[in-house]
């Protein structure tokens, strides 16, 4: 493999670590909001209830919570592209037993 090709095949590797950095950071934001709506459904819910127990003839109307859904725009990093681009060192085995200080 020639130096072009190399530096090449590391740029592709750096765009798709980008683009799956941002597709963890938007799918950890909708996370977040959807615990945040998550925990104010719940606060809304002790407080219905919460109410309930004051006044008996208070009705509980519990309102469900919506499904997660992520967002749909997150694209799948190619893992082909990844591990074909990517090389790892090689390393040579010590010809005699290790030895460890004391």
């Not at 925990?39 to 509980?60: E, G, I, Y």
């Not at 967002?71 to 074909?84: G, I, K, M, W, Y």
């Not at 390393?91 to 290790?98: D, I, T, V």
């Amino acid at each position: 493999m020639d130096l072009q090709s190399h530096l090449e095949a590391e740029k592709a590797v750096r765009e798709a670590a980008k683009s799956c950095l941002r597709a963890i950071s938007e799918a950890w934001l909708d996370l977040d909001r959807y615990l945040k709506a998550s925990k104010v459904h719940l606060l809304d819910t002790r407080s219905h209830f919460s109410q309930l127990l004051r006044d008996s003839s208070t009705k509980l109307s519990l309102n469900p919570l919506p499904a997660y859904q992520p967002c749909c725009s997150h694209q799948p990093t190619s893992r082909a592209l990844v591990a074909a681009a990517q090389t790892f060192p090689t390393f040579s085995q010590p010809s005699g037993p290790a030895s460890f200080p004391a």
